[in-house]
């Protein structure tokens, strides 16, 4: 009976001590959830403010802004624009500069290339055409100078050719008048090129030139200085201040 009490008691103190037990855990975890939900409540109350202040900042930059916009008087937009159109149009002067100055190097270039054209438009018809002169001089040097001179006239020569019928022409008459022909259509055609800046220019004593002379052959003379023009086998021909043809010559050889 006595053991029976004393388990009893015992049971009764243990499920006492379980119990506070419980309610001092549980009064301890709802302690600290509480504690944690004031933590997450100051952190978010934080975090709102923060962004608050941030709105408030942009808020106030943005009415700063239109503060100077707004103080920004006429006058100093006008000179701003009045700048700016200033270098506009100092731009287009300068580009218009550029643009007469190359005009005008185009006229002077088309001017020129038009002149040169005019003036060299007849180079190679020209350089054909000095072939026969070249022919022409051949024959005129062929001739002796003694036989296409005229003869003398003496006054019984004048007194029979008066008073007899004139005969038929010697053959020496007839080369003279071939010879004139030859010399007249050679002088004509000199004249016909000189009217078109064609002239002839002969290098007889003159310093070789390889710019206007062609050396065909070189020989050593003592009286002569060397690198000077001896012989001139065909004359040179100049078109204005162009070389339409060289002068072939004959070289004095230099002994050393």
């Known amino acids: 009976m006595f053991n029976a009490q004393a388990v009893q008691v015992f049971r009764s103190c243990t499920g006492a001590l379980s119990s506070r037990t419980l309610a001092r855990t549980s009064a301890t975890s709802v302690g600290r959830r509480a504690a944690l939900g004031m933590r997450s409540r100051h952190y978010s109350d934080d975090k709102s403010k923060s962004a608050e202040q941030s709105k408030q900042a942009e808020a106030e930059k ?52 038009k002149e040169q054209a005019r003036d060299f438009a007849i180079s190679k018809f020209a350089k054909d055409l000095l072939e026969t002169v070249d022919v022409l001089s051949m024959a005129l040097k062929s001739v002796p100078k ?57 290098p007889l004593g003159e310093k070789f030139d390889p710019n206007l ?28 201040d162009r070389v339409l043809r060289a002068a072939q010559v004959g070289v004095v050889q230099d002994r050393s």
């Open 146 to 202: 003694e036989l296409v001179a005229p003869p003398p006239e003496s006054s019984d020569a004048v007194s029979s050719s008066t008073s007899t019928p004139p005969t038929e022409k010697s053959a020496e008459t007839h080369l003279r008048d071939l010879y004139e022909g030859v010399e007249s259509t050679q002088r004509l055609l000199l004249h016909t090129l000189f009217k078109h800046h064609v002239k002839p220019f002969d």
């Open 213 to 240: 002379h062609e050396a065909l052959y070189q020989v050593p003379i003592p009286d002569k200085e060397p690198g000077s023009v001896f012989d001139v086998q065909k004359v040179g021909y100049m078109i204005k």
């Open 62 to 113: 943005e009415e700063a802004e239109e503060k100077d916009e707004v103080e920004v008087s006429p006058d100093d937009a006008l000179v701003h624009k009045l700048k700016a159109e200033e270098a506009k149009v100092a731009d287009c002067m300068s580009r218009l500069r550029y643009l007469q100055a190359d005009y005008l190097n185009l006229q002077r270039n088309a001017a020129r290339e």
